[in-house]
């Protein structure tokens, strides 16, 4: 009940295109859903985040789109650049603990 | 500011040696959490600090890993008589405090690997 299930493991997309990465969750108590993007050699910094009162959030070109009754949220990356390739995780929250889905790399294409 | 630090950057042991990992909050922040990040995976809560104290070990594997916090703020994580699948990145984070929305800072990480 613990996990966040996360796919695709990794995704390769031409510059410009929208990858899309999915994660669900089981947990109803979870309360806060954030992405984080990870370089090779750095730790994960916060992208986005979203709390379950809210079906959408846009910050720039990242998008996350929640689905309650689901349990189920997106990444969405609009017009996508080769600087946007790298590792996500999504992951979900309950008081001070960050549970992570496993990852997806992404490759954006030039 | 600066960020949240940690040292060393990598760290290589021989099985069965002890070995301690630092981790330098942001200042003023007054929660501290550890992760493991293994190979192709995310990372793995192991321990939570709210001021000086443990609040939350219930991801510490075993009785072999320990971590403390003396004065509020640098962090050091302490594993005994390593095994080989103690290797993956070690991540600190910290926040301001730790309450949901707040967010975690992460440092780089250390890479331990047992060999």
């Known amino acids: 009940q613990q996990q966040v299930k996360q796919s695709p493991q990794s995704l390769i997309v031409q510059k410009g295109g929208i990858p899309i990465i999915n994660c669900a969750y089981e947990?109803?108590?979870?309360?806060?859903f954030p992405w984080y993007q990870q370089f090779p050699g750095k730790g994960p910094a916060l992208l986005i985040a979203i709390r379950p009162d809210v079906s959408e959030k846009k910050e720039g070109r990242f998008t996350i789109s929640f689905n309650k009754s689901a349990k189920q949220f997106s990444l969405h990356i609009m017009d996508s650049q080769p600087g946007d390739s790298a590792t996500y995780f999504c992951a979900a929250r309950s008081n001070y603990q960050l549970i992570w889905g496993a990852g997806t790399k992404l490759i954006i294409k030039p | 500011g600066a960020g949240v630090s940690q040292t060393p950057s990598n760290k290589v042991t021989e099985k069965g040696k002890y070995v301690e990992l630092r981790c330098d909050p942001i200042s003023g922040h007054t929660a501290l959490y550890w992760y493991r990040q293994s190979l192709g995976q995310g990372p793995e809560f192991l321990i939570y600090f709210q001021g000086t104290g443990a609040a939350d070990d219930s991801g510490l594997p075993n009785d072999r890993f320990f971590a403390v916090r003396p004065e509020g703020s640098v962090s050091t994580l302490k594993i005994q008589r390593t095994e080989r699948g103690d290797s993956a990145v070690y991540l600190c984070?910290?926040?301001?405090?730790?309450?949901?929305?707040?967010?975690?800072?992460f440092g780089p990480g250390t890479r331990l690997t047992v060999l």
């Open positions: 984070a910290s926040s301001l405090l730790a309450v949901s929305y707040n967010e975690q800072f």
């Open positions: 947990n109803t108590a979870f309360d806060y």
